[in-house]
């Protein structure tokens, strides 16, 4: 049988991936390679969250990251911490295949991560920026490309505001990139306009079904 395809996610800030890749997770136990690491509010900060995932913070953050109280969501996450040097001499050998960085934060997608969700036989979903999607149109693995989008960008305005995790700055430079963002929708797939959340996420439920039906059955 072969191995399930990947799956690519991308979008503007606030488009609504996490939201439905959290939906699909819960519906889909252990059929996805990722799960919400302990440290997923650093990489909501940084707008992006990238599993699997190489995170790269300072030693500060990474020592406060493994102090962290909620046990339960520290057992099978997909992140992987290192240092910045470890990272960039990674970046150099050419073992990631996107990486990027905000706020004086690093972080990219190894080859290795991917690697071993695949080897896993589940789906691994990669939520990346439009350079990342570039990179990975590069690589040779095959993955759906599936770009979520707001239905206006009034809309995504008002859904960053009201989830209050941006300043205006931040909110600015995101409504930017939004913009450039729904302009490269010829880079994908599908697309899909997430209005409505419950039909949102049948579209995409839809999309992979063929994926999900895989792997279901290699696990029954
Ligand atoms: N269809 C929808 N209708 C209304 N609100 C939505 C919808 N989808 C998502 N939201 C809300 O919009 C906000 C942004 O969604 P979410 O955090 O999932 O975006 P994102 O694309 O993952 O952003 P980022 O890339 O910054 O992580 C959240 O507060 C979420 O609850």
Known sequence: MSRPRPVVLSGPSGAGKSTLMKRLMKEHEGLFGFSVSRLNKLPMLL????????????????????????????????????????????????????????????????????????????????????????RIKETDLNPIYISVQPPSMEILEKRLRDRQTETEDSLQKRLEAARIDMELRGLFDVVIINDDLDRAYEELKEILSEEITKVQKAQS
Not at 97 to 107: H, V
Request: charged content about 25%; overall charge negative.
């Open 47 to 134: 707008g992006a969250t990238l599993l699997p995932v190489a995170d790269v913070f300072s030693s500060e953050e990474l020592e406060n990251s493994f102090s962290c109280p909620n046990e339960s969501e520290t057992t099978d996450t997909d992140y992987h911490y290192t240092t910045r040097e470890a990272m960039q001499q990674g970046i150099d050998n050419g073992d990631f295949i996107e990486n990027a960085e905000f706020s004086g934060n690093m972080y990219g997608t190894s080859k290795a991560a991917v690697e071993d969700v695949l080897a896993k036989n589940v789906i691994c979903i990669l939520d990346v920026d439009i350079q990342g999607v570039r």
